[in-house]
């Protein structure tokens, strides 16, 4: 199960930090990721972080801006957000990948579990 937090509402070129905590103890073996879904809009791919944290893909627009990490120790995987841009708004989602077979995984298709979802909201 997915948790993730730390939503809310902050002006153009502010910061959040959003944390997804998961349960059980088969974290580190999963790819982790963000996503993101806009009104009207397909959900989207944001970012993701291999096992071991060694390997990070972004999606372009938010490359420089955005950081995936996570922590194994402590279950969670974090997303930091920063210079948010009005087009940023959404809710954001983590998701876990658990084929032992990827290093990362940038496809929505390719996740096995997905946390509840937090809103994000940037006002200009």
């Known amino acids: 199960q997915l948790q993730a937090y730390g939503g809310g509402l902050v002006q153009a070129g502010g910061s959040l930090r959003l944390s997804c905590a998961a349960s059980?103890?088969?974290?580190?073996?999963?790819?982790m990721g963000w996503f993101r879904q806009a009104p009207g809009k397909e959900r989207e791919f944001v970012a993701t972080?291999?096992?071991?944290?060694?390997?990070?893909v972004y999606e372009d627009s938010v490359k420089g801006r955005f950081t995936i990490s996570r922590d194994n120790a402590k279950n969670t995987v974090y997303l930091q957000m920063n210079s948010l841009k009005v087009e940023d708004t959404a809710v954001y989602y983590c998701?876990?990948?658990?084929?032992?077979?990827?290093?990362?995984?940038?496809?929505?298709?390719?996740?096995?579990?997905w946390g509840q979802g937090t809103q994000v909201t940037v006002s200009s």
């Open positions: 972080v291999s096992r071991s944290g060694g390997t990070i």
């Open positions: 998701a876990a990948d658990r084929h032992a077979n990827r290093v990362i995984t940038v496809s929505r298709c390719e996740y096995d579990y």
């Open positions: 059980g103890r088969t974290f580190s073996t999963y790819v």
